[in-house]
C-alpha cells in the first residue's frame, strides 16, 4: 500500500473517531431522570449542573439522607418551580439560603 493511501486512511479513521466523540453524551452524569421528587425530608442536598459543552443540558442531581443519588427532570414543573425559587434566592440581598456548602471541585449545593 503506498504512503498517500496510508495517511488518507488514517484521515479517514480520525474524522471517524472525532464524530462519533461528537454524537456521544457519555460525558454527562444523568443518563435516566426521574419525574418524581422524594419528600423534602428525605432530601440531603441538591446539584444543579448547568450545560456546558461537553453535557449540552440541565442536569439535577439530588442526594438522600440514606447517600443514594439520583437525576431529576428539569423539565417537570415541580423542578420549574424549585429552580425558579433557588435563581430568586440568588438575585435577592435579603433571602438566602439556610446553608451553602461547596468542596473543591464541586458546584455549590444549597442544603433543604
Not at 495517511?7 to 479517514?12: K, M, N, P, R
Not at 479513521?13 to 426521574?34: M, T, W
Not at 443540558?57 to 425558579?84: G, Q, W
Amino acid at each position: 500500500m503506498s504512503s498517500i493511501m496510508k495517511v488518507f486512511l488514517l484521515l479517514a479513521v480520525v474524522v471517524c473517531i472525532s464524530k462519533a466523540q461528537l454524537h456521544e453524551s457519555g460525558q454527562c452524569l444523568c443518563n435516566r431522570v426521574r419525574s418524581k421528587i422524594a419528600s423534602k425530608s428525605e432530601v440531603k442536598d441538591i446539584h444543579i449542573y448547568p450545560a456546558t459543552t461537553f453535557c449540552d443540558r440541565v442536569e439535577i442531581v439530588v442526594t438522600l439522607n440514606n447517600s443514594l443519588r439520583y437525576c431529576l427532570d428539569p423539565k417537570i414543573k415541580a423542578m420549574k418551580k424549585l429552580l425558579t425559587n433557588i435563581m430568586k434566592q440568588k438575585t435577592s440581598t435579603t433571602a438566602r439560603p439556610t446553608e451553602l456548602t461547596s468542596t473543591p471541585g464541586s458546584t455549590n449545593t444549597a442544603r433543604i
